[in-house]
């Protein structure tokens, strides 16, 4: 017997069906086959039935009735005849006889089962049973993929899933702020729970879900034009040679969110090191907007706080940002930061900020104005996104890491709050409560 290793609790496989189908030919007893393949016997002998091809006999004498030897039946057809039924060499009793029982194989009773390794199976009338490997594992596998399809949840279960979680993704809420927050009450992961929605299981559907509806294709990287003179030393270039040298630096990626072209924006300013988002509305996107809302915050909190929280300032090439010296220094030509450029078209270099950006998006889309807002209204904004559980953060949410990270006197001057994870809304209505009853009176919608 060939020494093979532990097989214990793991499947057939293709070499182990075609070792049963050979021995089987050869006349193997069950006993040697399962210690060859060191699995139980009764592994092997289930194998063997639950996989066995069934050939019937075609002729309507089905190979003798079970009851042939001790049968002692006359004039089952015809009163004259002299002769047992079971000797009648004209009319068989299989087609008048109402105790007929198909006669079955011995052999397939017990193990082996099948006709494999049968000397007589040629000239035998009887029903026939084949153990075919290729046909086993092709069984197999197939059963392998449906026993994987289709949903294990009972349907108390999923009605329960649906309630919690139906009401709050038409809240706005992303899945993975629900599942951060719910993950005790809800029985499947989060990738399951997406699978539940796309197969349509829940109230809610696909169109429900921002991102899955709306991927849009990568544009081309363009080529990059020459430095300009803002970016002399301030280049990203510059940038990544200075977080060498001070890796423990506090960055601050800024940018500005347009609404109607001519109108009020916001300017954001993202802090990396806990992902918590400002946003600052402006009158218009220019150079000494910018400047107003940076002087804003400096007066508020003051030089050393403005300076250990706004170490670096990482933007873009926009017009509004150009001249660095008025953002850098204070009236009084203190330094109270330093600001560093993208590259041109190399939006990924401050991807978290423009990643955060979809966030303002789903309450104000793009087109929007943003003329009718106020600052009190956007700091209810900012205070619904970072009240975010994220799960790059580790299910944390940016107001939960800010907390501990920046000083308390830039979070009040900020008036920033957290909101309770049920209570979170990221849809239009946040900033304007009466927005579907008005539009409903009109009669657009």
């Avoid at 046909?135 to 949840?153: F, M, P, V």
């Avoid at 072209?261 to 954001?268: E, I, M, Q, S």
């Avoid at 873009?316 to 078209?345: A, H, K, W």
């Amino acid at each position: 017997m060939l020494e093979t290793t532990n097989k214990k609790g793991k499947h057939l496989t293709d070499h182990d069906r075609t070792f049963i189908e050979d021995g089987l030919k050869y006349g193997h007893s069950l006993k040697d086959i399962s210690a060859y393949l060191m699995k139980d016997p009764t592994t092997i002998s289930k194998e063997i039935k639950r996989n066995r091809i069934l050939k019937e006999n075609k002729h309507e004498f089905k190979g003798g009735c079970t009851n042939r030897k001790a049968c002692q039946k006359m004039h089952i057809c015809n009163d004259d005849c002299d002769r047992l039924c079971k000797k009648c060499t004209t009319l068989n009793c299989f087609r008048h006889c109402f105790d007929f029982k198909v006669k079955i194989c011995q052999r397939v009773k017990g193990f082996p089962h099948v006709c494999n390794g049968c000397e007589s199976k040629i000239t035998c009338k009887l029903n026939k049973y084949r153990y075919s490997a290729k046909h086993a594992s092709a069984n197999y596998r197939e059963k392998l993929e449906t026993s994987r399809q289709g949903i294990k949840i009972a349907k108390s279960e999923l009605e329960a899933l649906d309630e919690l979680v139906s009401p709050l993704i038409l809240k706005g809420q992303p899945i993975a702020h629900i599942y951060a927050n719910h993950k005790d009450e809800m029985n499947c992961s989060e990738h399951t729970l997406y699978n539940y929605i796309d197969l349509s299981l829940l109230a809610v559907r696909n169109i429900d879900l921002r991102r899955k509806v709306k991927y849009k294709p990568r544009k081309k990287k363009k080529t990059t034009k020459e430095k300009k003179t803002h970016r002399i030393n301030k280049s990203y270039t510059d940038f990544l040679a200075y977080m060498a040298l001070n890796p423990d630096t506090n960055v601050v990626e800024m940018d500005t969110v347009i609404g109607r072209k001519g109108g009020k924006v916001l300017l954001t300013l993202f802090f990396r090191n806990s992902s918590l988002m400002v946003a600052i509305l402006l009158n218009s996107v220019t150079q000494a907007c910018v400047r107003d809302a940076i002087n804003k915050i400096y007066d508020d909190v003051g030089l050393e706080t403005f300076k250990s929280s706004f170490d670096i300032l990482l933007t873009d090439n926009g017009s509004e940002f150009l001249d660095s010296d008025i953002i850098e220094r204070d009236l009084n030509g203190n330094q109270r930061t330093q600001v560093f450029y993208c590259d041109p078209m190399a939006s990924h270099q401050k991807g978290q900020l423009e990643k955060n950006h979809e966030f303002i998006r789903y309450v104000l889309p793009k087109g929007q104005s943003f003329d009718h807002l106020n600052q009190e209204k956007i700091t209810l904004l900012m205070n619904h996104i970072n009240s975010v559980s994220r799960k790059g953060l580790d299910n944390n949410t940016p107001f939960k890491l800010a907390l501990p990270i920046l000083d308390n006197k830039l979070l009040d001057a900020l008036s920033f709050k957290e909101i309770h994870p049920d209570d979170v809304h990221l849809k239009e209505e946040l900033l304007e409560p009466n927005r579907l009853k008005r539009t409903l009176l009109e009669g657009l919608i």
